[in-house]
T-cell receptor, first 114, second 109 residues
């Protein structure tokens, strides 16, 4: 069965510090991978998605970047965090199953920038 | 622009039935998803509709009308553990998911 891992679970970082969040997927090949951010009480905002190694699409201009160095690894980074980067970061994967591409989410990282 | 509308919050009683509505305006349509998200946790997949009609999965059912840009999630025999946010998402013509802000469902004994 497929599993998705994210770490760390929680993170408190000062403004201006760097960020690296990692996501890995097991039990599937060539998945689509996604990074979302969710502000408190809000919906999901798609930040990046990737359809393959080295292929990254950015949905919104921001202070963040993403990389996919391996098929099942997706990394979210920042060189200098802003207060507005605080939120719940979710990694997700999807593959086509009978025409459906439902996404499955990792446990998330709660980031607080102070 | 693309838009998904859901009520912000609903309250229901344990053992009752509740219907959570979702209306959408998107550039194209390639399916509608419902997810459940408990507080502080990641969303989990509930249902997928791509054709008009009702899909039933145990206590949960999801309905779609593409001509009306409308869906609902029906929860029967409510349990306290059903207290959560319910997210509606539509896949547009580019196969990107557009997410609603979610409906917080509060279940009272």
């Amino acid at each position: 069965s497929q599993t998705i891992h994210q770490w760390p679970a929680t993170l408190v970082q000062p403004v201006g510090s760097p960020l690296s969040l990692e996501c890995t997927v097991e039990g599937t090949s060539n998945p689509n991978l996604y990074w979302y951010r969710q502000a408190a009480g809000r919906g999901l905002q798609l930040l990046f998605y990737s359809v393959g190694i080295g292929q990254i699409s950015s949905e919104v201009p921001q202070n963040l970047s993403a990389s996919r160095p391996q098929d099942r690894q997706f990394i979210l980074s920042s060189k200098k965090l802003l207060l507005s980067d605080s939120g719940f970061y979710l990694c997700a994967w999807s593959v086509e199953v009978s025409g459906s591409y439902e996404q499955y989410f990792g446990p998330g990282t709660r980031l607080t920038v102070t | 622009g693309q838009n998904i509308d859901q009520p912000t919050e609903m309250t229901a009683t344990e053992g009752a039935i509740v219907q959570i509505n979702c209306t959408y305006q998107t550039s194209g349509f390639n399916g509608l998803f419902w997810y459940q998200q408990h507080a502080g946790e990641a969303p989990t997949f509930l249902s997928y509709n791509v054709l008009d009609g009702l899909e039933e999965k145990g206590r949960f059912s999801s309905f779609l009308s593409r001509s009306k840009g409308y869906s609902y999630l029906l929860l029967k025999e409510l349990q306290m553990k059903d207290s959560a946010s319910y997210l509606c998402a539509v896949r547009d013509r580019d196969y990107q998911l557009i997410w609603g802000a979610g409906t917080k469902l509060i279940i009272k004994p």
